[in-house]
């Protein structure tokens, strides 16, 4: 169902079937560009000041500034930027495939969350496969996918004292022609029916969460044929996957994709393995303590 202003008037307390539809979606989407839009709206504010004590010195700090002030740009532009794709993606509008590297894309979350890992004192170790093929997809939809699921495990990993906070991201080549990416951590887990409802609109475990980045999140991954899903690692914490079909150049090649509300995917993809489990395959990890790229 497509939402425009032009729907509301329509509206009554006894439009009991479309109405409850529009409202629902409209709350969703509302919630979703809050919870999104978050951390963009952080980096602005905080690299606005940064860039105004630079210039504030003596003597100023003009080169620092200027970079303070293009990170304050790109924060915006990608603010706006999600907006409009959670806007295409309410709307079921229509999406042109890319070419995204999963790897890249990866990296990209992790420079952008990596002052949070390291106020959370997150250790992070990549398995990252060193020959991946590209995904079909939205560059900028799957890397907040990957972002919410980092920022997911170090939530989890907060109230942990009598442990390391590990954080594992692994990318491997799934074995029906898709790519599976995995993030592990070393947190609290979940008991059963908190797993059972883990996707859920507004449903969290978090005390100050909105339940929506997980939901966001698996509809992101669902529309572009994939499946995103949740386990109860053997021992500490929990693994979040999601798998995604590769880029078929003659197939997908700047198709446009269209989904209804009632798509549903296609394949099944593996269960995300116990670290304890997959000691034999794992790619080797390396642990990141210094500002990556």
């Known amino acids: 169902m497509r ?17 409850s539809i529009d409202f629902a979606e409209l709350s969703l989407l509302a919630a979703s560009i809050a919870h999104e839009v978050n951390q963009p709206l952080s980096g602005i504010i905080t690299n606005a000041s940064t860039c105004l004590r630079m210039l504030a010195s003596d003597p100023p700090n003009i080169s620092g500034a200027l970079e303070t002030a293009r990170r304050t740009i790109r924060d915006g532009n990608r603010a706006a930027e999600i907006v409009t794709q959670l806007r ?3 709307a ?4 042109l495939l890319e070419r995204v590297d999963l790897n890249e894309a990866t990296h990209e979350a992790i420079a952008r969350t990596w ?5 959370n004192r997150v250790i992070l170790q990549l398995g ?3 020959v991946l093929p590209p995904v079909a997809g939205v560059r900028v939809q799957l890397q907040q996918v990957i972002l919410n699921l980092i920022r997911n495990g170090m939530e989890a990993m907060k109230e942990v ?7 594992r991201i692994r990318t491997e080549k799934d074995g029906w022609n898709g790519v599976q990416l995995t993030v592990t951590d070393s947190g609290i887990g979940l008991d059963p029916p908190s797993l059972a409802n883990l996707f859920k609109p507004f449903h969290t475990t978090k005390q100050d969460g909105m339940g929506i980045g997980l939901c966001v999140s698996r509809s992101i991954v669902e529309r572009f044929r994939g499946r995103l899903w949740a386990a109860r690692n053997d021992g500490h914490g929990c ?8 880029y078929a150049t003659r197939s997908t090649k700047g198709k446009v994709l269209r989904l209804s509300t009632a798509a549903k995917p296609s394949f099944r993809g593996k269960q995300p393995r ?15 303590r210094t500002r990556p790229r």
């Open 3 to 19: 939402l425009t202003a032009d729907s509301f008037p329509q509206t009554t307390m006894h439009d009991d079937g479309a109405a």
């Open 88 to 90: 295409a993606l309410f």
């Open 92 to 95: 079921h509008e229509e999406s």
């Open 115 to 119: 002052s949070e890992l390291q106020r």
């Open 128 to 130: 990252l496969a060193d």
């Open 161 to 167: 004292e009598d442990r390391p906070r590990l954080l």
């Open 239 to 246: 693994s979040f996957a999601f798998s995604i079909p590769c």
């Open 274 to 288: 116990s670290p304890q489990k997959d000691s034999k395959s794992r790619p080797t990890h390396r642990s990141h």
